[in-house]
């Protein structure tokens, strides 16, 4: 019963760990992009 409850556990973190990395690294990509088309406009 607890090795169930702490795959579940062990799942569950690194289910949200990897969404905090994606999340970061889409932002990333979101900044760099703006700078980009803020780069076209001005040349």
């Known amino acids: 019963m607890m090795t169930q409850i702490y795959k ?3 799942i569950y ?3 949200k760990y ?3 990395k994606f999340y970061k690294i889409h ?3 979101k ?3 703006m700078i980009q088309e803020n780069y076209g406009d001005t040349v």
Do not use: E, S, W
């Open 18 to 20: 990897l969404c905090n």
């Open 31 to 33: 900044k760099i992009i």
């Open 27 to 29: 932002l990333i990509l």
């Open 8 to 10: 579940q556990f062990i």
């Open 13 to 15: 973190t690194m289910k």
